[in-house]
Nanobody, 122 residues
Framework: QVQLVESGGGLVQAGGSLRLSCAAS??????MGWFRQAPGQEREFVAA????????YLADYVKGRFTISRDNAKNTVYLQMNSLKPEDTAVYYC?????????????????WGQGTQVTVSS
């Protein structure tokens, strides 16, 4: 059974940091990513990473603030979020794909986590 379990969300003040984790089980994925959805808005791409090469892809609005990394031995992906802003407030979802994909396209992903809330206060 494929399962993605996120952790690390919470409440933080603007300028603060959080690190999200996503542990995958049941399958090895070619790439994993993070998306987010704020209230009343569509889900949007945040970051993704290829398992084999470690190549990363980040949305422009998080470049310089967020980094994505992976630990293949643990089948886990991390999203380090620094200099958080109130507009980063959203439910953050981990996603994984088994084949080659356009990493910023949520429709390409096979599996999803349940989401973790990130709230940034001003």
């Amino acid at each position: 059974q494929v399962q993605l379990v996120e952790s690390g969300g919470g409440l933080v003040q603007a300028g603060g940091s959080l690190r999200l984790s996503c542990a995958a089980s049941g399958r090895t994925f070619s790439a994993m990513g993070w998306f987010r959805q704020a209230p009343g808005q569509e889900r949007e791409f945040v970051a993704a990473i290829f398992r084999s090469t470690g190549w990363t892809y980040l949305a422009d609005y998080v470049k310089g603030r967020f980094t994505i990394s992976r630990d293949n031995a643990k089948n886990t992906v991390y999203l380090q979020m620094n200099s958080l802003k109130p507009e980063d407030t959203a439910v953050y979802y981990c996603a994984a794909v088994t084949g080659v994909a356009r990493l910023n396209d949520e429709n390409q992903y096979d599996s999803w986590g349940q989401g973790t809330q990130v709230t940034v206060s001003s």
